[in-house]
Protein backbone atom coordinates (compact mmCIF):
# COMPACT_ATOMS: atom_id res chain seq x y z
CA UNK A 1 0.00 0.00 0.00
CA UNK A 2 2.96 2.32 0.36
CA UNK A 3 3.53 2.10 -3.16
CA UNK A 4 -0.11 3.53 -3.71
CA UNK A 5 0.32 6.53 -1.09
CA UNK A 6 3.71 7.30 -2.62
CA UNK A 7 2.04 7.63 -6.06
CA UNK A 8 -0.82 9.54 -4.89
CA UNK A 9 1.55 11.88 -3.06
CA UNK A 10 3.34 12.73 -5.94
CA UNK A 11 0.70 12.88 -8.42
CA UNK A 12 -1.49 14.97 -6.58
CA UNK A 13 1.05 17.16 -4.93
CA UNK A 14 0.11 16.28 -1.13
CA UNK A 15 1.81 14.99 1.51
CA UNK A 16 2.26 11.27 2.18
CA UNK A 17 -0.04 11.72 5.32
CA UNK A 18 -2.48 13.01 3.42
CA UNK A 19 -2.15 10.85 0.18
CA UNK A 20 -2.46 7.80 2.59
CA UNK A 21 -5.32 9.18 4.40
CA UNK A 22 -7.28 9.64 0.63
CA UNK A 23 -5.86 5.92 0.05
CA UNK A 24 -7.72 4.80 2.73
CA UNK A 25 -10.94 6.68 2.39
CA UNK A 26 -11.20 5.23 -0.90
CA UNK A 27 -10.68 1.95 0.19
CA UNK A 28 -13.17 1.98 2.86
CA UNK A 29 -16.00 3.57 0.81
CA UNK A 30 -15.19 0.83 -2.10
CA UNK A 31 -15.35 -1.89 0.59
CA UNK A 32 -18.90 -2.39 1.19
CA UNK A 33 -19.74 -2.56 -2.25
CA UNK A 34 -17.06 -5.51 -3.71
CA UNK A 35 -18.77 -8.43 -4.83
CA UNK A 36 -15.24 -10.17 -3.64
CA UNK A 37 -14.16 -9.94 0.40
CA UNK A 38 -10.84 -7.91 0.46
CA UNK A 39 -7.82 -9.60 1.70
CA UNK A 40 -6.37 -7.78 4.58
CA UNK A 41 -4.69 -6.14 3.10
CA UNK A 42 -6.12 -4.36 -0.17
CA UNK A 43 -2.74 -3.48 -1.97
CA UNK A 44 -3.84 -5.41 -4.97
CA UNK A 45 -7.46 -3.29 -5.14
CA UNK A 46 -6.09 -0.52 -4.37
CA UNK A 47 -2.92 -0.73 -7.38
CA UNK A 48 -5.91 -1.48 -9.75
CA UNK A 49 -7.71 1.56 -8.76
CA UNK A 50 -4.82 4.42 -9.35
CA UNK A 51 -3.97 2.93 -12.67
Do not use: F, G, Y
Not at 21 to 26: D, K, P, Y
Amino acid sequence: MNQIVQLVAQKANISEDAARTAVEVVVNLLKPSCPLRLPASSTALSARMIR
